[in-house]
């Protein structure tokens, strides 16, 4: 049976099946152009993503896998395995498909040559069942292809979704991974190599320990190194409430250990709160610390602590001062030198375990940086003159009750003060016992109107200005009147002419305003700035008060009486005392001071700065001055005869003034006495203050000096003077 027109026929050449062809069918020279059923469905079940039917692709596997290799494949071949996912890709594609195929035949067919284009049949027997075209809008069927119809106008196809490139993401994963190892390996590199310190450091902080290593503080000593003021090592007892079971038991065994009273331990061991830490007292022997530990009381323990110990009790504890529990400075050369005395505190940094294994590891971590012991300071004060001092004024003072004193030793070459004694005073040891009256230092705290001691200053400033000589004597009225003030002498020279040793002898009020007059105001307030009143010494004392000179603009009539005799001026104690060290001292003055040197903790000695000097007087008229002073103690009936040292010439001034407190006069007098010896070539300076509401204290002052100074030429050896007092008049004819 001949075959039918319109079945497949098998092409001769490749041995593929491919429809009936007729030249010049349809548009553009389309073979299947007039076939019924071209771009339908059964094509699109038909046709593959090569151009062939599945039938064929059969065909093509079992005999012609020779011709297939020949064939160009795409990367997509194979790579479905729905066989209906090729037809649905051409739904959209294959009327597209078969356009393009017409417009490429066309050109053909105008050169002479028919092209033959592979068909696309339908799949075995179902070209008759191909399901009818859809109606157009409107109701009117397709035109069947075998009718010549008009083109219409193509759409762009569109592209079948890429498919998914397994090698692609088999790279990217593996680059990802990649970089999450390099990622990893740069940061292991820079924990290992640059990081290293930072981490071993922050594990290093979590075992080591640290123990303070505290400082003991500087002592205090006198020139000779004697101990005014030390620290020892001592224990500190604390509790922890929290811990401690039976307080009331645990306070009665400590109290005879602590010398506290039970109740006073069982009310701080008592809880408050979350507070784990309680002292019991501070400073505690160790001995009797160890015999706490040997209690082995629950929630009772002791530590390293220090205790300042002052040997000598009260031994100028006034000038010494005291510190805190703390081993902080609070009054006095404690306060004042806090800082050079407390030094540096070290500490021991080591590696130790952790929980039961808490001691230092072998072979660990382990640093001490050394504590700084503070400097100590060595004072120009001598021990035995100064304990003197305090004895004297004590013996003395007991005589007027209610009274303030203050004694003064000098060294007239050197301005070491050897003695500054204060009463009342008070036991260092004990600070709290006493009232904060009895602490002060008088001798620089103490404001007064020094009273006639200051005579001396006027005789000075008239002989260096040339106003008198030694051997002026001028006639002394009883009394002299100054504005609205009249002044007299306590002992009248009826008219009399007086040498200047007479005035001094019997503190002639008259005969030292007369000189002032002569001097002037202006030359008379020089002189008292350069023997060194209305500022500061400077000596090393805290709260030094510094005087105050009456200025020339606030002089009234009656200051030109009364500032000549002492009067309208605050000095304190030791500022006249370094102004009669002056005329000791041939004319110059040297600044007083309490700091000899300074011990470091390593013992390195370090001298106090220099003190300040200045000339004030010329070595002659200084000397005549004492010659003048000497007349105060030897003359018959002499306001100062008890001041007088057996066995050497004495030159001073007796005095009478007022207490001043915040500028304010306070009842009572001030009576005084300041010397030097020998006269004829002096070498110590003592004074002595002695403020009473009677007013008793002039009955005391010279008492105090002898005994005082008396003491002080023992104990250094000073020869007695070779040659008695000059005589002298009173009255010369």
């Given at each position: 049976m001949p075959p039918r027109s319109d079945e497949p026929r098998r092409d001769p050449t490749t041995g593929s099946r491919r429809g009936p062809s007729r030249a010049g069918a349809g548009r553009g020279g389309d073979p299947r152009a007039g076939e019924p059923g071209v771009g339908g469905i059964s094509d699109a079940r038909a046709y593959t993503p090569r151009g062939r039917t599945i039938r064929e692709s059969s065909e093509d596997r079992a005999g012609g896998r020779e011709e297939r290799a020949g064939q160009r494949r795409t990367p997509r071949a194979g790579r479905s395995g729905d066989p209906f996912r090729p037809a649905l890709q051409v739904l959209d594609g294959g009327r597209a498909g078969v356009r393009a195929g017409r417009r490429d035949a066309a050109p053909a067919a105008r050169a002479g040559v028919i092209r033959t284009v592979p068909a696309r049949p339908a799949w075995p027997d179902d070209e008759e069942e191909l399901t009818p075209p859809r109606r157009r809008a409107g109701g009117r069927a397709p035109r069947r292809p075998d009718r010549p119809a008009a083109r219409r106008p193509s759409r762009k196809p569109r592209r079948p979704p890429k498919l998914a490139e397994p090698r692609r993401r088999l790279r990217l994963g593996t680059m990802l991974v990649l970089a999450l190892f390099v990622t990893i390996g740069i940061r292991l590199v820079f924990i290992q190599a640059v990081d290293t310190p930072a981490y071993a450091g922050a594990g290093l902080d979590s075992r080591l320990t640290r123990v303070d290593l505290p400082a003991p503080r500087g002592a205090i000593v006198d020139r000779t190194g004697a101990s005014l003021a030390r620290s020892v090592e001592a224990r500190y007892v604390f509790a922890d409430p929290t811990r401690v079971k039976d307080g009331a038991t645990t306070a009665r065994l400590l109290s005879p250990l602590l010398g506290v009273p039970a109740s006073e331990l069982a009310e701080k061991m008592k809880r408050r709160g979350n507070s784990q830490f309680q002292y019991l007292a501070r400073g505690v022997d160790i001995a009797k610390a160890k015999q706490i530990e040997a209690l082995d009381l629950e929630g009772i323990g002791t530590h390293r602590d220090e205790r300042r110990e002052v040997p000598g009790g009260d031994l100028a504890a006034n000038l010494v001062g005291f510190v805190s529990q703390d081993m902080n400075g609070l009054e006095g050369l404690e306060m004042r030198y806090d800082k050079l005395?407390?030094?540096?505190?070290?500490?021991?940094?080591?590696?130790?375990?952790?929980?039961?294994?808490?001691?230092?590891?072998?072979?660990?971590?382990?640093?001490?940086?050394?504590?700084?012991?503070?400097?100590?300071?060595?004072?120009?004060?001598?021990?035995?003159?100064?304990?003197?001092?305090?004895?004297?004024?004590?013996?003395?003072?007991?005589?007027?009750?209610?009274?303030?004193?203050?004694?003064?030793?000098?060294?007239?070459?050197?301005?070491?003060?050897?003695?500054?004694?204060?009463?009342?005073?008070?036991?260092?040891?004990?600070?709290?016992?006493?009232?904060?009256?009895?602490?002060?230092?008088?001798?620089?705290?103490?404001?007064?109107?020094?009273?006639?001691?200051?005579?001396?200053?006027?005789?000075?400033?008239?002989?260096?200005?040339?106003?008198?000589?030694?051997?002026?004597?001028?006639?002394?009225?009883?009394?002299?009147?100054?504005?609205?003030?009249?002044?007299?002498?306590?002992?009248?020279?009826?008219?009399?002419?007086?040498?200047?040793?007479?005035?001094?002898?019997?503190?002639?009020?008259?005969?030292?305003?007369?000189?002032?007059?002569?001097?002037?105001?202006?030359?008379?307030?020089?002189?008292?700035?350069?023997?060194?009143?209305?500022?500061?010494?400077?000596?090393?004392?805290?709260?030094?008060?510094?005087?105050?000179?009456?200025?020339?603009?606030?002089?009234?009539?009656?200051?030109?009486?009364?500032?000549?005799?002492?009067?309208?001026?605050?000095?304190?104690?030791?500022?006249?005392?370094?102004?009669?060290?002056?005329?000791?001292?041939?004319?110059?003055?040297?600044?007083?001071?309490?700091?000899?040197?300074?011990?470091?903790?390593?013992?390195?000695?370090?001298?106090?700065?220099?003190?300040?000097t200045r000339p004030v007087l010329s070595p002659q008229n200084a000397a005549a001055l004492r010659t003048i002073l000497e007349a105060v103690t030897t003359v018959d009936g002499a306001t100062g005869v008890a001041a007088a040292v057996p066995g050497y010439r004495v030159a001073g001034k007796t005095g009478t003034g007022w207490r001043l407190?915040?500028?304010?006069?306070?009842?009572?007098?001030?009576?005084?006495?300041?010397?030097?010896?020998?006269?004829?070539?002096?070498?110590?300076?003592?004074?002595?203050?002695?403020?009473?509401?009677?007013?008793?204290?002039?009955?005391?002052?010279?008492?105090?000096?002898?005994?005082?100074?008396?003491?002080?030429?023992?104990?250094?050896?000073?020869?007695?003077?070779?040659?008695?007092?000059?005589?002298?008049?009173?009255?010369?004819?």
């Open positions: 005395l407390q030094g540096q505190d070290g500490k021991r940094v080591y590696e130790a375990g952790q929980g039961d294994l808490d001691a230092p590891i072998p072979g660990g971590y382990s640093q001490t940086t050394p504590a700084k012991p503070g400097s100590s300071l060595m004072l120009t004060i001598d021990r035995d003159l100064q304990f003197q001092g305090q004895q004297v004024l004590k013996r003395q003072m007991a005589q007027v009750k209610g009274s303030v004193g203050a004694l003064v030793a000098l060294d007239v070459k050197t301005g070491d003060v050897l003695a500054q004694a204060s009463h009342p005073s008070y036991n260092a040891a004990d600070p709290g016992s006493s009232r904060p009256t009895d602490r002060e230092d008088a001798a620089t705290s103490f404001v007064v109107d020094p009273g006639s001691v200051h005579k001396a200053i006027t005789f000075g400033a008239a002989l260096q200005e040339g106003v008198i000589t030694p051997d002026t004597t001028l006639p002394i009225p009883n009394t002299i009147t100054q504005g609205d003030t009249t002044f007299s002498d306590t002992h009248p020279a009826n008219g009399r002419r007086m040498s200047l040793p007479g005035m001094m002898a019997f503190s002639s009020n008259v005969g030292t305003i007369e000189i002032a007059d002569k001097l002037g105001q202006d030359r008379l307030i020089d002189y008292q700035k350069r023997f060194g009143l209305g500022t500061a010494t400077g000596e090393g004392m805290p709260g030094e008060a510094a005087g105050r000179l009456l200025p020339a603009d606030e002089w009234s009539e009656s200051s030109y009486g009364s500032v000549p005799i002492g009067h309208s001026v605050d000095a304190t104690p030791l500022q006249m005392a370094a102004a009669y060290a002056t005329i000791a001292n041939d004319g110059t003055y040297v600044q007083p001071h309490l700091i000899k040197e300074v011990i470091g903790g390593d013992g390195k000695r370090t001298p106090a700065e220099p003190p300040v407190v915040d500028g304010e006069k306070q009842p009572g007098e001030v009576g005084s006495f300041i010397g030097m010896a020998p006269a004829e070539k002096p070498r110590y300076v003592v004074a002595v203050f002695v403020w009473s509401p009677g007013g008793e204290g002039g009955t005391v002052a010279a008492p105090a000096f002898r005994e005082m100074m008396g003491f002080t030429l023992r104990h250094y050896r000073v020869p007695p003077s070779g040659g008695k007092a000059p005589k002298f008049e009173v009255f010369p004819r």
